[in-house]
């Protein structure tokens, strides 16, 4: 056991020694391949569990694991071009849509698309997606504008008609800052506007954490403002929907974040610790923006939280938990798939998503260009 800790504890070494750890190697060979099925079969056939709806949010999360992946180490970079290509090219495949599951949300779709177009063209220097990544960065700020001149009246995207999350449109202001710093743009120019205007409606008073979502109504007329109080938010604060807020937040806005976090391990680490088996198995629960369950979105989510703010010590507490629950001598990758069964797949992206992470601030303010097409090929 001690030894299955030190090993999963050197995660935070893999910067410093430019090398996944065996747990982490394994898991990326896994996304690889399931990348690598899904193109050649033009997304129609693939062993990833759920519908093409799961699949393609999966996607648009292994395109924020990717870069990651190329910063650890930068000999893994033109490996990392090439899927990030395949991410980009078939998060919007329509063999991954379906239209009678109201969870297949086309705002959601477009601001992953977007953000792999990005991260290509921040990881390659290649501009072959230019016009592609504008069209959707065009797209996505529209629909903000016509949100706010419309009877609704904020400033933010929509999850889907009449739903707003804030996660969602802190990926489109990231999308904006990686666009701008590439391009010389002002997208960007307007995030403190999106966070606030938002945030204002989806935060609690008394514990400044955040509430899921708000549904506004279909009351008012055009370009008339709606009544607040007519508006119907879904007040459960889950670990979930604050996790992947604040890992977002902590780029725009740090010391609010790290205020927040304070605030988020007091209210829920309790109810992180006591997952179980069960819990790790379920599929219980639908959400917007990713294809895992309620209760595994709140565990991977909060320990993707704890990388992004280098909290070593909450990370390890439950990175240990999962492992406890899921026999901890085992390889972990074929722990995901034996224990999990067909689950286990799309656990084992957001595992790795969470233990690669190295922080959007270093991600964003790298400078790319000393690294760009490095291959294992030529140098090893």
Partial sequence: MI???????????????????????????????????????????????????????????????????????????REVEYNLNLTAKNICNPNLSNPLNMYDSENVRVVLSALSYEFYRLVSGRGQFDEKSRAFIEAIKGKIINNYQSAQNIFALETVTGRF???????????????????????????????????????????????????????????????????????????????????????????EAEALWEQFKFAFSDELMRIDLGALKGK???????????????????????????????????????????????????????????GGPLVSYFNLLAQCHVGWKQLVEKDWAQSYHKDYNVVR
């Fill in 284 to 342: 219980s629960g639908q959400s917007f923006v990713t294809p895992l369950g309620f209760q595994l979105e709140d565990i991977f989510a909060a320990l993707w939280l704890a990388k992004e703010m280098q909290d070593v010590k909450f990370f390890n507490l439950l990175n240990n938990r999962i492992y406890e629950v899921l026999e901890p001598k085992r390889i972990e990758a074929k722990i995901f798939y034996d224990q999990l069964g067909e």
């Fill in 3 to 77: 030894g299955a800790e030190a090993s999963r504890q050197d995660i935070w070494a893999m910067v410093e020694d430019g090398r996944f750890t065996d747990q982490v190697e394994a898991h990326y060979r896994t996304l690889l391949f399931d990348l690598d099925l899904a193109c050649y079969n033009n997304c129609h056939v693939c062993h990833v569990p759920g519908s093409g709806v799961a699949f393609y949010k999966a996607m648009g999360f292994m395109a924020l694991t990717l870069p990651s992946v190329a910063y650890i180490d930068p000999f893994r970079t």
């Fill in 165 to 255: 999350e804030i996660f969602p449109n802190l990926l489109a202001m990231l999308a904006f800052e990686i666009h701008d710093k590439i391009h010389g743009t002002t997208y960007s120019d307007d995030n403190d506007k999106i966070l606030d205007g938002i945030g204002v409606l989806l935060r609690d008073d008394k514990s400044g954490l955040f509430f899921e979502s708000l549904q506004t109504g279909s009351f008012g007329f055009d370009k008339q403002e709606l009544n607040r109080e007519s508006f119907w938010i879904s007040r459960n604060i889950r670990p979930r929907s604050n996790a992947l807020a604040l890992n977002l937040m902590h780029y725009f806005r740090p010391q």
